[in-house]
């Protein structure tokens, strides 16, 4: 028969096991979606021909042409390799049957890098939304017309893509929820 104080044990061991598999979750989450953003961005690029006032005028758009694409593209490979790392070493360590975040230190360096990356990713998120907007109203006091119209392939890849920048945000600020969890169990 069990001691009253050994099946607590269990149950906080249990509980902590849980709480490690849904960071290990999270991971994955995060990985995924900034690999698939930083895809879907990559093909993002299409040739049309718009008129303007009985004018054909070739179009062509890359996410290259933009710096905030760019940004994006540079933001989801920084967070493919931070999600790539620490998905490896949880994944390690649930099979090891470690804990994840080891000592305070260690969940403190999570929780700042997530954070990091986060914001990051949300920085990356909202540059390219700007250029975005821009490129589907146009530019009002111009007579060009908004881009999307002629260009939608790309105009919806990089808003698919923008789409998945900020989940990737949202796994993140998950994940960094969860840190705060380990830190504030005693």
Same mark, same amino acid.
């Given at each position: 028969?069990?001691? #009253?104080?050994?099946?607590?044990?269990?149950?906080?061991?249990?509980?902590?096991?849980?709480?490690?598999?849904?960071?290990?979750?999270?991971?994955?989450?995060? +990985?995924?979606?900034?690999?698939?953003?930083?895809?879907?961005? +990559?093909?993002?690029?299409?040739?049309?021909?718009?008129?303007?006032?009985?004018?054909?005028?070739?179009?062509?758009?890359?996410?290259?042409?933009? $710096?905030?694409?760019?940004?994006?593209?540079?933001?989801?490979?920084?967070?493919? +390799?931070?999600?790539?790392?620490?998905?490896?070493?949880?994944?390690?360590?649930?099979?090891?049957?470690? $804990?994840?975040? $080891?000592?305070?230190?260690?969940?403190?360096?999570? %929780?700042?890098?997530?954070?990091?990356?986060?914001?990051?990713?949300?920085?990356?998120?909202?540059?390219?939304?700007?250029?975005?907007?821009? #490129?589907?109203?146009?530019?009002?006091?111009?007579?060009?017309?908004?881009?999307?119209?002629?260009?939608?392939? %790309?105009?919806?890849?990089?808003?698919? /893509?923008?789409? +998945?920048?900020?989940?990737?945000?949202?796994?993140?600020?998950?994940?960094? %929820?969860?840190?705060?969890?380990?830190? /504030?169990? $005693?």
């Amino acid at each position: 028969m069990r001691r #009253n104080g050994d099946g607590e044990e269990v149950v906080a061991k249990r509980r902590r096991r849980i709480k490690e598999l849904v960071q290990v979750a999270l991971r994955g989450g995060c +990985l995924a979606a900034s690999a698939t953003a930083m895809a879907v961005m +990559l093909t993002a690029t299409e040739e049309g021909v718009a008129d303007i006032y009985g004018f054909k005028l070739t179009l062509s758009s890359n996410w290259s042409f933009s $710096p905030s694409y760019q940004y994006v593209v540079g933001a989801c490979t920084g967070t493919v +390799l931070y999600s790539l790392f620490q998905l490896c070493l949880g994944v390690y360590r649930l099979l090891t049957g470690s $804990p994840i975040t $080891p000592s305070r230190f260690q969940a403190w360096l999570c %929780f700042t890098s997530d954070q990091l990356f986060g914001y990051l990713m949300m920085s990356a998120g909202s540059a390219g939304s700007g250029v975005t907007n821009l #490129n589907k109203t146009g530019i009002r006091h111009t007579p060009l017309p908004d881009f999307c119209k002629t260009l939608s392939s %790309f105009c919806n890849h990089v808003a698919l /893509s923008l789409l +998945l920048v900020f989940l990737s945000f949202i796994f993140l600020a998950s994940s960094s %929820f969860f840190t705060v969890l380990v830190l /504030s169990t $005693p």
